[in-house]
């Protein structure tokens, strides 16, 4: 007897007040030894285990598993067979929280909850190669001491903008934050009531205003804001002016804000520095794909914004960061901030940043090198094309369908992307049921396969897929409706035998 086992037994000798046929139960159940080599012959063990920590997870998996049919036994219910005591397992092996590579079948290409924008090429190098060694992060190679952190991308960034300077930090809430706390901090920021806007996770305007340690000062109404009620707003303990960019939602009809040449017209006669959260942030002009206009960085330097705001793996299609370029003079006292240190990005993320800001330099590049640039110009043929080539790889029971898609991320939200999916019928008929049943299933698959439902069918939007992912799409699909079945005839089994 091992010392699990005599662990299994003692836990049993505890629970003490069974009855015989509690008991008989009890004695029923595998060891851990037995189920663990169940678990492995089976599978459970197979592909996904390495990244749920190993054998560890799954003798944990199987140890839960039968702890809580012993619960059931001493509760009154039948002792399960092994095949149901597996089921539970792989069921809890399935729940363990990692962070794991998915397939994004939903169609959104800025999909915040699955990592958003994946990286080129080119940047995964870069990053694999500073991740293994050492690298020149803050050191300056030519001098031989102590260099800039973000030196090499703020050049990058201020070709690319036109801007005279420019900072990285964690995150765009980072650099909001950052920015207000430097610059406005025992001071007031005015902004437009129309611009008070939630982001996504939590970050809400007034509250990261109050978190800088400034006052805000509501100008305007939500639908109209004139530049005289800025001009009213601003007195002695004005800091800041600052503009926000109301990424995830659009205001349409009755509504009026003043342009970007007025409001910096008031900043220079105020002598108070405009400050610009522009959230997405494109490098370049989208309408070259085909895409709605999204407001560039360039232009707001250009009409004179003294500093912009915007986030690294939004439309820029890089890792995490808070890119800030602006003039020298209003970043000087963000660089001096003790927050700074905070927020401060890794070397992964800036060696991702600068190879990601490199494909910008021929804005072709850009297009061909970044994965959601890419995804986003994906013609609609080539996704039609695409669609049908999944189905023919599942076989029956799936229609290709036009869908309206979305950048995602909080961008370009009032334009909706036409392209294709795959709709799996399971759902019809049964509202919500089939088609949660199977995405359910393709969520267990390795690796993970995210869909998204509607109209009780799960779809398949083919736009956030590479053209390779298709066949293990097609298994992962093929294997779900396999499981489903496999249920529905265990389910209709328990339902004679009772
Ligand atoms: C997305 C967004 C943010 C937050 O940026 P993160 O990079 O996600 O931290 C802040 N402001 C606006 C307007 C945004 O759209």
């Known amino acids: 007897m091992d010392e699990i086992e005599r662990l299994d037994r003692r836990e049993i000798g505890a629970a003490g007040r069974e009855t015989r046929a509690a008991r008989a139960g009890l004695r029923a159940l595998p060891s851990v030894q037995r189920l663990l080599e169940l678990a492995e012959a089976a599978g459970l063990a197979a592909g996904g285990l390495e990244a749920v920590g190993g054998r560890a997870a799954l003798l944990a998996a199987v140890r ?40 994004n079948a939903t169609g959104i290409v800025l999909h915040t909850n699955l ?13 694999a190669a500073v991740a293994a060694g050492y690298a020149n992060l803050e050191f300056d190679l030519a001098a031989g001491r102590r260099g800039s952190r973000d030196a090499a ?31 406005a ?48 707003a601003v007195g002695p303990a004005t800091r800041v002016l600052l503009r926000v960019h109301p990424s995830n939602y659009r205001l349409v009809g009755f ?41 560039t960085v360039r232009d707001s330097i250009a009409a004179g914004v003294d500093l912009v705001a915007f986030s690294g793996d939004k439309l820029l299609g890089g890792p995490q960061a808070g890119i800030l370029a602006g003039r020298a003079a209003v970043l000087a006292p963000l660089r001096r901030h003790p927050l700074l240190r905070a927020v401060r990005i890794d070397k992964l993320s800036l060696a991702a940043l600068q190879s990601t800001l490199r494909s910008y330099c021929n804005p072709h590049d850009a297009a061909a090198e970044l994965p959601v640039l890419r995804m986003l110009a994906t013609p609609g043929p080539v996704l039609r094309a695409r669609a049908e080539r999944l189905a023919g790889l599942i076989g029956g029971g799936a229609a290709v369908v036009p869908v309206e898609g979305f950048a995602g991320g909080g961008t370009l939200p009032a334009a909706p992307l036409p392209g294709w999916a795959v709709a799996l019928s399971e759902g019809e008929g049964t509202p919500g049921g089939g088609a949660d049943a199977l995405a359910a299933c393709l969520r267990r698959h390795d690796p993970p396969v995210i869909g998204r439902i509607a109209a009780d069918r799960l779809l398949l939007d083919v736009r956030t897929l590479p053209e390779d992912a298709l066949p293990t799409v097609a298994v992962a699909v093929r294997a779900a409706r396999n499981e489903i079945v496999a249920g529905a005839v265990r389910e209709q089994i328990v339902t004679r035998q009772s």
């Open 115 to 127: 990592g958003r924008a994946p990286l080129s090429e080119a940047a995964v190098a870069a990053v």
């Open 185 to 232: 901090a025992g001071g007031e920021v005015v902004v437009s009531r129309g611009e008070l806007v939630e982001i996504g996770g939590g970050f809400r305007i007034p509250e990261v205003i109050a978190q800088g340690g400034a006052r805000l000062v509501e100008v305007g109404t939500t639908n109209k804001t004139r530049l005289a009620d800025y001009r009213m």
């Open 255 to 295: 509504t009026a804000a003043p342009g970007l040449a007025e409001l910096v017209g008031l900043a220079r006669e105020t002598g108070l520095p405009l400050v610009e959260d522009l959230g997405s942030g494109a490098l370049v002009d989208l309408t070259a794909w085909g895409l709605p206009a999204e407001p």
């Open 64 to 103: 839960a598993a039968l702890a809580a049919a012993r619960a059931e036994i001493l509760a009154g219910a039948p002792a399960p067979d092994e095949a149901a005591l597996l089921d539970a397992a792989r069921a809890r092996l399935a729940q363990v929280p990692v962070l794991r590579p998915v397939l």
């Open 153 to 183: 991308v703020e050049a990058l960034i201020c070709t690319l903008t036109g801007a005279e300077a420019a900072l990285v930090v964690n995150n765009n809430a980072a650099a909001v934050l950052l920015a207000l706390s430097a610059l």
